[in-house]
């Protein structure tokens, strides 16, 4: 398992220890109302590792405390992971970013488009353009999540049983076919939507890699990072190293309440790159210190910087906002100022979404409330982990940027 330890003293980097303290102290008082019942958090800057904070139970029944090797579902933290696996196949010259999808998975080049009417008897129109591989990387591709609630279209994906998961027994490419058969939510590139475009992204690795897409992870992400914990499963004698996951009570939402979620010992069926990964916190700053790197880590080179550069831009139209561009999000603060790149998140303006950070500032998050960021200019990492449905329940990734940036001396 991997090592998740202090290596500097804060001063060293330029951090206030004090400073750093207040993450701890502002995190425990979730801890203490059992709105959550234990988090894990680590920052890095230039590359050493200058907090860490273990607090409370990874599972409040059981007594088992958070502990350096706690595993964690990671939920949509995999897209980024998955991103970078494209990313590594388009610096091959496999598929060019404006490629087609259906290239590689036909079945979407028959896609119609939602205009009007009820999920059970829609309008459609044909698409006015293909869908391009980068808008899968973008949520751009008019694609959605049956969870959102939102939409016809939504409706349409719980109908098929997408809501949380998949049908019992479907993989990749059959999910992928059931997904491409319902209409879109908008033509491709005219707005921005959370959705499952990056487990369609995974389906395109495994078709132009000729493997599964937990073995192409294994053998050219995690492996070469180190990253000894990643994996769409958790073998049975390591699961009781994993977090319980939590969610408000109905009765008292501001008390955790446990949601019994079984969690695969082997390989599943269906290989979600868009949420499916197990993880933990020093796995996950290894792959967070590669991108920081511009592509490389302990001499192993997965992306060259200029790739690295390039995902970190904003690739919305006109430079939008996702606040401007985007579907509205279940999320627990606003996205102004801030745009999206090929895999996450891009703070373009950090004084619009009033919450300190830089630009170029690059993140996302799970859906159990974990969340990760890479700053560049000031050469800082942090992952948070707690395990907490939904996301948008406390505002636990804003505060925390607050309190990181606080901390900053030098």
């Known amino acids: 398992m991997g ?73 949509s933290m995999t897209k980024a992971v998955t991103t970078v696996a494209a990313m590594m196949l388009h610096e091959e010259g496999a598929f060019e970013l404006k490629d087609p999808v ?40 008019g694609l959605t999540y049956g969870f959102h609630h939102a939409h016809a279209v939504d409706e349409m994906y719980r109908t098929a049983g997408f809501e949380w998961g998949q049908p019992r027994g479907m993989d990749l490419a059959a999910a992928c076919d059931v997904w491409a058969g319902i209409p879109l939510l908008f033509q491709p590139g005219t707005e921005w939507n959370y959705s499952v475009s990056v487990d369609v992204l995974g389906r395109l690795v495994e078709v132009i890699s000729d493997q599964t897409l937990d073995r192409f992870l294994a053998e050219r992400i995690f492996e070469p990072l180190g990253m000894v914990d990643t994996a769409f499963h958790v073998p049975e004698a390591e699961q009781r190293r994993l977090a319980a996951l939590y969610v408000p009570n109905p009765m008292d939402d501001r008390r955790a309440m446990r949601l019994e979620n079984p969690t695969p010992s082997t390989p599943p069926t269906f290989l979600a790159g868009g949420g499916g990964l197990y993880s933990t916190t020093a796995d996950y700053l290894r792959f967070l210190d590669m991108l920081r790197r511009g592509g490389e880590l302990d001499g192993g080179r997965l992306l060259g910087p200029r790739t690295v550069d390039y995902m970190t831009l904003n690739h919305l139209p006109a430079g939008e906002s996702l606040e401007t561009f985007g579907r509205p999000l279940f999320s627990e ?68 940027r607050g309190l990181v940036s606080q901390a900053i001396i030098a």
């Not at 750093?20 to 894990?40: K, N, P």
């Not at 619009?352 to 993140?363: C, H, N, Y």
Request: charged residues 20%; glycine residues 8%.
């Open 102 to 141: 259906h290239r590689w998975i036909p079945s979407f080049r028959d896609s119609r488009v939602y205009v009007s009417g009820p999920a059970n008897a829609p309008a459609t129109e044909p698409l006015a353009r293909p869908m391009q591989v980068w808008h899968l990387m973008t949520h751009t591709a």
């Open 333 to 400: 603060t606003t996205f102004d100022g801030t745009g999206f790149g090929l895999g996450f998140a891009v703070v373009d303006d950090p004084a619009a979404g009033k919450v300190p950070g830089s630009r170029g500032e690059l993140s996302w998050g799970g859906a159990a409330s974990t969340a990760f960021w890479v700053d560049p200019a000031e050469d800082i990492t942090a992952v948070f982990m707690t395990q907490l449905l939904p996301s948008s329940t406390w505002p636990f990734r804003s505060q925390l």
């Open 3 to 75: 090592e998740l330890q202090v290596d500097t003293e804060p001063g060293e980097v330029g951090f206030s220890a004090d400073r750093l303290a207040r993450i701890e102290q502002r995190f425990a008082r979730y801890v203490e109302a059992d709105q959550i019942t234990g988090f894990q958090v680590a920052v890095t800057r230039h590359g050493r590792v200058a907090y860490v904070a273990n607090h409370g139970l990874r599972d409040r029944e059981e007594g088992l405390p958070t502990e350096p090797a706690t595993i964690y579902r990671i939920y």
